[in-house]
């Protein structure tokens, strides 16, 4: 089995996604985005989702390719990338590094958003995966010991975990904001399990 029969035959994963062909921009830009946010990958062009292998004109992919780092992310994605030759078939490998800089993808409606990987998926962020995100960037020391309010809060979650953040606006009594800042600190000091699917986003206390 060659190098890249290896690689496909593992498939689709957090760093690693198969495409037929560039065609789709913004899907194609918000899979590097998400590559790029989360832990950095590979994007193979001329595979399909099940790893078999189609075959593309891998420089008019990459001329695609570097029209969407260009044009549908921001800011601008470096890309490298990597031709790959499977019988009588030409792959075209894009890759990017994890980025410490979050980009954001344009979406249909020409919003930009940011979006990460998880597994095989490609998803949408949330606000306090992007709150956490700016404290990573700023640091928030974790206190010695909690207030009361953050002590009923994390008993509430103890309580109704796993949960989604609908349910702790009902039951907290507390506004949005303080809300979102909260968890956002608690998912920020680990204390807070986050875990994303294309079911939604659901929180728990981290064991």
């Not at 996604?17 to 989360?38: G, P, Y």
């Not at 990958?41 to 399909?48: A, K, M, P």
């Not at 994303?196 to 728990?204: D, L, N, R, V």
């Amino acid at each position: 089995m060659s190098e890249i029969q290896r690689l496909i035959a593992d498939g689709e994963g957090r760093q690693l996604d198969f495409e037929i062909s560039a065609d789709d921009k913004q899907n194609i830009a918000r899979i590097l985005v998400a590559l790029a946010n989360t832990e950095g990958g590979r994007l193979l062009i001329g595979v399909n989702d099940k790893g078999r292998i189609k075959g593309v004109n891998p420089e008019e992919e990459l001329s695609v390719v570097e029209e969407i780092s260009h044009g549908y992310c921001q800011p601008e994605l470096n890309i490298e990338s990597n031709i790959w030759e499977e019988g009588h078939h030409l792959l075209l490998e894009v890759s990017v590094k994890k980025s410490e800089i979050r980009h954001k993808a344009i979406d249909e409606g020409g919003r930009w958003k940011h979006y990460i990987r998880v597994e095989n998926l490609t998803l949408l962020s949330n606000k306090i995966l992007e709150r956490t995100w700016h404290l990573e960037k700023c640091g928030q020391d974790r206190p010695h010991v909690f207030d009361e309010l953050t002590t009923g809060f994390l008993k509430l979650i103890r309580e109704e975990s796993p949960f989604r953040i609908s349910k702790l606006y009902k039951k907290s009594g507390m506004k949005m904001n303080e809300v979102d800042k909260l968890l956002a600190q608690l998912v920020y000091w680990k204390v807070v399990q986050m875990e994303m699917s294309e079911f939604g986003t659901f929180y728990s206390i981290k064991e």
